[in-house]
């Protein structure tokens, strides 16, 4: 068993495979988009209260969710890492800060451009748009340790063991329209009773979220081959790889 | 929508909120290249600096 999980999850096996993985993730995400947005800037009625200010929602809570989800990937990713010493769990945490810091920006920009015309401002520090800003921070956190440290291993203890202390951010961003009084609006899809949102609505929404999470698994491919490439930049492997291109 | 002929400004109008809706959509069009552009030139520069490395190497031999 051990050895199975050396053997496919050596930086070199990753390089190899992954190379093929990333069309099955890419294509469906740009057609799953595509289809997507035209369902919720074309088919998908306006809002009753908002009107089409609301179609913001087709972008603002597929990214915001992605936030969630990637920093979860990288904080597993990294305690993978410290615990069980595998590099190529190391390797995606470290692909993965970059795209979730943008998702994370992608979710404050879009939510204070939303925001403005419905609250009259593009900003408000309370709960949820104060901890969103933090996973921001997070983020940045994580790669700032992971450019400043000269040393790798140590590189990855640090930022792993930041990645894997800001998790308690993740519920208090999840719950904070709960636990505090606030703008911005409550769950309307991710709780227990059905979701309080029109079907024309909630299916483009989910169609966008899916297109998101596809995106995020082509890019980190991408990104994490580098990463194994540059750190094995001293190894046989690569040098006989790069002499070849 | 009137039709068979679909109204473009009143598309882009977006019933007033056409600077917030196309700003949003705008800068997640950026980001998304961006996200697609980057890794794609560092893959480049992880390249070209390996292959610095060995030049150097060989002659150092």
Known sequence: MWNWIQKFSSPKYFYDMSAKLIPWFAIPALVIGVYGLYLGLFVAPPDYQQGESYRIIFIHVPAAWMSLFVYMVMAISAGIGLIWQIRLADVVAAA??????????????????????????????DARLTSELILLFLYFGY????????????????SGLLAIVGVVNIPIIHYSVEWW?????????????KPSMHIDMLIPLLLMALAFKLFYAAVVLVRARNEALYRDRNRRWVRELIEKI | MNGSEFNWSEFFAMGGY??????????????IVLNIVMPMIGRKKVISRVKRAIRREQLQQ
């Open chain 1, 143 to 158: 790669m700032a340790l992971q450019s400043s440290i000269e040393d790798q291993r140590q590189a990855d203890k640090a």
């Open chain 1, 96 to 125: 993965s800060a970059p795209i979730g810091a943008s998702f994370t920006f992608l979710a404050l920009v879009t939510g204070s451009l939303w925001g403005k015309p419905m609250w009259g401002t593009y900003w408000v520090w």
């Open chain 1, 181 to 193: 009084n606030t703008l911005h609006q409550g769950a309307t899809v991710a709780k227990f009773d």
């Open chain 2, 18 to 31: 056409a600077f917030f809706v196309w700003t949003s959509y705008g800068i997640t069009l950026l980001v």
